[in-house]
């Protein structure tokens, strides 16, 4: 484990509370959608919070380039935030992320140095102007059109999952029918053809149920009735997601063109999806009455 993950870790056991070099320091975890590889990418940051908004800093410790997530939410700014609540334990937000600019950023950035220095230093040693973005948590209201929004959103990703899936249990099929003789392993390009396509439909996923989780939160405040749902759909993310862990490591391990290997792997794949169509219908029929959205609803 590295020590972003032990310190990601340590954050969720403790609603929030880190020791070592972030002991004291507020704290949020971000995950943002790799601008290459659209995998999840989750990152410690330090915040400032600024009326309804949470401010977050670029800082890369004053190294010369902007950190990754950076440049990961500048291309797809929907950023989930994890912070400790008054409840006891953290929870998820979804925010979609606008950078700051000009006097706004100098005043901000300086707000920030003052109630901790060592950013002076970090804006010191940076041969850059160091960004402040602004995380803007979801709110729904009384706006149906903007609710609906988000419902269409929602079957959107659920019809392009259910198509991806389809696609790489296809392709492992047509590997698995047109294999070779038994003991001949097929060329390292389509093994590894097929560990991208299963890795693209397994982060895909992740990411799905990351942002849902965040928008979960704005769903109960603004709807209370659909907490039993969502603490449903909650569990069953965490066991997804424990699933495509395992999942990942065997793509990891090996995923060769031999026919056993790949009829192994066809396994693996039904074992992780299997009850997610049954976890998507549930969600719809539960969530979209409130969001004004059916089925019928979306092109």
């Not at 020590?3 to 070592?20: D, S, T, Y």
């Not at 609540?85 to 950078?99: C, H, L, N, Q």
């Amino acid at each position: 484990m590295g020590w972003n993950e032990r310190i990601i870790e340590e954050f969720r056991a403790n609603n929030g509370k880190v020791g070592g070099v972030f002991e004291g320091a507020p704290l949020v975890v971000i995950t943002t959608q790799g601008r290459r590889t659209n995998k999840p990418h989750t990152n410690p940051v330090i915040y400032l919070k600024d009326g309804d908004r949470y401010l977050v800093f670029a800082s890369n410790r004053g190294s010369a380039q902007h950190p990754d997530w950076f440049h990961n939410l500048a291309k797809y700014p929907a950023v989930t935030m994890e912070i400790g609540t008054d409840e006891g334990y953290v929870k998820s937000f979804a925010t979609r992320a606008v950078v700051i600019e000009g006097e706004e950023r100098d005043r901000l950035y300086e707000r920030e140095c003052a109630i901790d220095p060592t950013f002076v230093t970090y804006q010191e040693q940076a041969p850059r102007v160091i960004p402040v973005v602004a995380l803007y948590p979801l709110v729904l209201a009384d706006d149906g059109e903007r609710n609906r929004m988000i419902g269409e959103q929602l079957i959107a990703a659920h019809t392009e999952l259910r198509a991806t899936l389809q696609q790489v249990r296809v392709q492992i099929d047509d590997a698995i029918a047109g294999a070779p003789a038994a003991g001949v392993v097929a060329p390292p390009d389509l093994a590894e053809q097929l560990r991208r396509n299963c890795l693209t439909y397994c982060w895909g996923l992740q990411l799905h149920h990351i942002r849902e989780d965040g928008s979960f939160s704005a769903l109960e405040q603004r709807f209370p009735e659909l907490v039993p749902a969502i603490n449903r759909l909650r569990e069953e993310h965490h066991v997804v997601s424990e699933a495509l862990q395992r999942f990942e490591s065997l793509l990891n391990e090996d995923v060769s063109g031999d026919p056993e290997a790949l009829k192994r792997l066809r396994g693996e794949l039904d074992e992780l999806v299997s009850g997610l169509e049954e976890h998507f219908a549930y969600e719809e029929e539960h969530l979209l009455p409130s969001l004004n959205v059916t089925r019928r609803s979306v092109p």
